[in-house]
């Protein structure tokens, strides 16, 4: 049986296919508070983000810009990888911890392309809903592989956030009010 669902006051992400955007549509599904940094002009890698998404365009269209600016404004990170070597996984966990934000990564079954196989599906919530309740953010930043690179996680990313997240009744400001960092890749 799956633990209590953890109340998030906001979701954030990049906008990028996969991961990103399931966290976002199951933000809006559920009517829980979304935005995130995205690189200007809203790339992404299927064109422009649309605006639907409640994302800040940061000053450059690189992509380690707004996944720091995102690990740095949320309270924990869940990144969902197909390979936890891949340069964009590497980037996030070397800023988590360079910005000592504590992360949990769910790895992608690499044989078969898919998120978890589904008899994990369980284990991995469960195991999700307890370091959430030790962390207890209450704006968690949602990052992961492209859909390009892994077809349907941003399905199974949604489907996961359905088991283990619900909206909470505290409000959180977002973006937080706090001055520019002067140097976007050290501090």
Same mark, same amino acid.
């Given at each position: 049986?799956?633990?209590?669902?953890?109340?998030? *006051?906001?979701?954030?992400?990049?906008?990028?296919?996969? =991961?990103?955007?399931? #966290?976002?549509?199951?933000?809006?599904?559920?009517?829980?508070?979304?935005? %995130?940094?995205?690189?200007?002009?809203?790339? #992404? @890698?299927?064109?422009?983000?649309?605006?639907?998404?409640?994302? &800040?365009?940061?000053?450059?269209?690189?992509?380690?810009?707004?996944?720091?600016?995102?690990?740095?404004?949320?309270? #924990?990170? &869940?990144?969902?990888?197909?390979? &936890? !070597? *891949?340069?964009?996984?590497?980037?996030?966990?070397?800023?988590?911890? @360079?910005?000592?934000?504590?992360?949990?990564?769910?790895?992608?079954?690499?044989?078969?392309?898919?998120?978890?196989?589904? *008899? !994990?599906?369980?284990?991995?919530?469960?195991?999700?809903?307890?370091?959430?309740?030790?962390?207890?953010?209450?704006?968690? !930043?949602?990052?992961?592989?492209?859909?390009?690179?892994?077809? %349907? &996680?941003?399905?199974?990313?949604?489907?996961?956030?359905?088991?283990?997240?619900?909206?909470? @009744?505290?409000?959180? @400001?977002?973006?937080?009010?706090?001055? =520019?960092?002067? !140097?976007?890749?050290?501090?």
């Amino acid at each position: 049986m799956i633990q209590k669902k953890y109340k998030i *006051s906001v979701i954030i992400s990049g906008g990028q296919t996969g =991961a990103d955007r399931g #966290a976002l549509d199951y933000a809006i599904k559920k009517g829980i508070k979304h935005s %995130g940094w995205c690189p200007f002009g809203r790339k #992404a @890698e299927d064109g422009i983000i649309p605006s639907f998404y409640q994302l &800040i365009e940061t000053t450059t269209p690189m992509y380690p810009a707004r996944t720091r600016m995102n690990i740095r404004d949320s309270d #924990a990170t &869940i990144i969902f990888s197909s390979d &936890i !070597n *891949s340069k964009g996984s590497l980037l996030t966990t070397k800023f988590c911890i @360079e910005l000592k934000k504590p992360y949990y990564v769910v790895l992608l079954d690499k044989k078969e392309r898919k998120l978890i196989k589904d *008899s !994990n599906l369980r284990t991995t919530c469960q195991k999700l809903i307890i370091w959430l309740n030790k962390i207890k953010p209450d704006i968690i !930043n949602i990052a992961g592989t492209r859909e390009s690179h892994c077809i %349907g &996680i941003q399905n199974k990313v949604e489907s996961i956030l359905e088991l283990i997240i619900d909206k909470s @009744e505290k409000e959180k @400001e977002w973006p937080p009010i706090k001055p =520019a960092t002067p !140097n976007l890749y050290f501090n």
